[in-house]
């Protein structure tokens, strides 16, 4: 088997992905980039020199392969087999979507009257 690995497989020993099978399934998605063409093929073959590009998490990852693993090891194992050519960039915490005011009452002040329940929905706009 030196002249390719399967992408699903490949995937899983440089630990992308936590299971074969949700390698496959992102195989499957059509999410893939091999060398710029899509592909839906987890039974593609993937070759040293090879480009992928895939979604990871809120991420896009562009991955130059080295080399075709023989087994699942540690993750320093792992990341000899690749090359990663587009690093995620570090997110600010001023990046995180801003956590709505939802008027939280103080504790053991006990549930809203009606009237502050009137109150309550007035000011939320929803008469």
């Not at 392969?65 to 320093?76: E, F, H, K, N, W």
């Not at 792992?78 to 050519?85: F, G, I, N, S, V």
């Not at 997110?91 to 053991?108: F, H, L, V, W, Y």
């Amino acid at each position: 088997m030196s002249d390719g690995l399967r992408l699903d497989k490949w995937l899983w020993q440089a630990r992308f992905m936590k299971s074969r099978s949700l390698a496959t399934k992102l195989c499957q998605s059509s999410k893939v980039r091999l060398n710029g063409d899509v592909t839906s093929k987890a039974h593609q073959l993937v070759r040293p020199g090879d480009v992928l590009t895939f979604p990871k998490g809120r991420d896009i990852r562009v991955i130059k392969i080295l080399a075709l693993g023989t087994r699942r090891g540690p993750a320093p194992e792992a990341q000899a087999l690749y090359e990663d050519l587009a690093p995620p960039v570090a997110r600010k915490s001023s990046d995180k979507a801003p956590i709505a005011n939802t008027g939280k009452r103080e504790m053991g002040a006990g549930r809203p009257t009606k009237t502050e329940r009137r109150a309550i929905d007035k000011l939320m706009g929803r008469d």
